[in-house]
């Protein structure tokens, strides 16, 4: 166990749908951030928070919509998705935002938009 | 240009055999180099983190940077069906870089 939990672990939505990802880390950490795994692709970072406020956001469409009401928690609300978007979203916390400080992933959820 | 070139194989090896991962890059500005690994169903982990050129070893696993050829390796000695897992490459620079990550190769240890 990483210390950092998500949940749900798989999840299938019609385009229409409205749903949340959520993120929970037990580590300590002041950064969390969410990044975008597609099959055969590099990890795409999504976003970074930093004691609570969003730092960064790259070019993700407003169909994605991040929330950090803490720094134990970090969510991706999601609505009217793409199927191009089915993909595994993985958070991951680390200490601080340095560029040479590990990131801690958690399991990830499998997002299925049919 | 890709950042970050990995090829994604697959890779298949016997146990037993010795594994070379490769990536190259192309920013020079890149001076903090790690390999993740993941397993299948789960989150990739650290481990391997090396700074500037130079070789790093850690048991069976050996890290390697070529600063001058843009060109990073991890070497996996004794192979095990436990190592079967994909391999990502991941680096970063002073002045505000974000890490970035190759595609991940994927390994396969057949007993």
């Known amino acids: 166990e990483t210390g950092v939990t998500q949940t749900p672990r798989h999840l299938v939505m019609g385009m229409t749908n409205k749903k949340s990802l959520k993120c929970e880390q037990h580590?300590?950490?002041?950064?969390m951030y969410w990044y975008k795994q597609s099959a055969k692709k590099p990890l795409e970072l999504m976003f970074v928070?930093?004691?609570?406020?969003?730092?960064e956001n790259n070019s993700v469409p407003s169909r994605f919509s991040p929330e950090c009401p803490n720094s134990s928690h970090l969510f991706l609300h999601l609505h009217t998705l793409q199927p191009e978007d089915s993909a595994l979203y993985l958070c991951?916390?680390?200490?601080?935002?340095?560029?040479?400080?590990?990131?801690?992933f958690g399991q990830g959820t499998r997002l299925t938009v049919v | 240009q890709k950042e970050v070139e990995q090829d994604p194989g697959p890779l298949s090896v016997p146990e037993g055999a010795i594994v070379s991962l490769n990536c190259t890059y192309s920013?020079?500005?890149?001076?903090?180099f790690m390999w993740y690994r993941q397993y299948s169903r789960k989150g990739p982990e650290l481990l391997m983190y090396?700074?500037?050129?130079g070789n790093k070893e850690d048991g069976r696993f050996t890290a390697q940077v070529d600063k001058s050829s843009k060109y990073i390796s991890l070497f996996i000695r004794d192979s095990q069906p436990s190592d079967s897992a994909t391999y990502l490459c991941?680096?970063?620079?002073?002045?505000?870089?974000?890490?970035?990550f190759g595609a991940g190769t994927r390994l396969f240890v057949k007993a």
């Open positions: 928070y930093s004691l609570e406020e969003r730092v």
């Open positions: 991951a916390s680390s200490q601080d935002r340095g560029v040479n400080t590990e990131a801690f």
């Open positions: 920013n020079s500005a890149f001076q903090y």
């Open positions: 580590l300590g950490h002041n950064a």
């Open positions: 991941a680096m970063s620079g002073k002045g505000g870089f974000k890490t970035i």
């Open positions: 090396t700074y500037s050129s």
